[in-house]
């Protein structure tokens, strides 16, 4: 018997991980019918539900990742996609506020998003935003192709005095400061809270 199963998955935000879970579940008979950030699709023959349920928790439990139970989890993990997926394409080019952008995407009222946000993980939308940029920044001076003013606008800052100022209270030391460190620290998206 044929069983499809999808599943949201917490803190799977970033494409490094995609690879590893999907040669994992194949690994031990579970095809992948679709993976993609924070959300899996397999196919199963002859096993249960609850055995598929099971392996597949292992899988992404062994790997750092939670299956997402409840609605407002996956609508937290929606949101952390959709932020993500902003700051992928550059320039960023949002015509519309953040928050009209994740309620017109994930169609759901932004102050019910902003609340559930907030109290799954303890921090505001606005705030997580902040750090995505502020990482983006970090691989941007890394790559040492853009001058500060070039990343400001690739990221919609309005100025690079705002990008600056923010940088700065994000990281705790300047752009330039952290351009000339030998040690470059960044994080991955799935560790950013």
Request: glycine share 2%; proline share 1%.
């Amino acid at each position: 018997m044929e069983s499809i199963r999808t599943y949201w998955i917490k803190n799977m935000v970033c494409r490094r991980c995609l690879k590893v879970i999907k040669h994992e579940l194949e690994e031990i008979n579970i095809e992948v019918f679709s993976l993609e950030l924070g959300k899996l699709t397999v196919r199963t023959i002859n096993s249960t539900d609850k055995e598929i349920d099971s392996k597949v928790s292992d899988v992404l439990h062994t790997n750092g990742f939670e299956i997402a139970k409840s609605e407002e989890e996956k609508l937290v993990e929606e949101v952390k996609i959709t932020l993500i997926h902003l700051i992928k394409e550059l320039p960023m080019q949002i015509k519309e506020k953040t928050s009209e952008h994740l309620a017109s995407t994930l169609h759901r009222d932004y102050k019910i998003l902003s609340k559930l946000f907030s109290k799954n993980e303890s921090t505001t939308i606005e705030k997580y935003f902040i750090k995505l940029k502020i990482e983006k920044v970090k691989e941007l001076i890394q790559l040492q192709q853009y001058s500060f003013s070039d990343i400001a606008y690739l990221l919609d800052y309005s100025s690079v005095n705002h990008l600056s100022r923010q940088f700065k209270n994000t990281t705790g030391i300047s752009m330039t400061d952290y351009k000339n460190l030998e040690n470059w620290e960044r994080n991955f998206y799935d560790e950013i809270i």
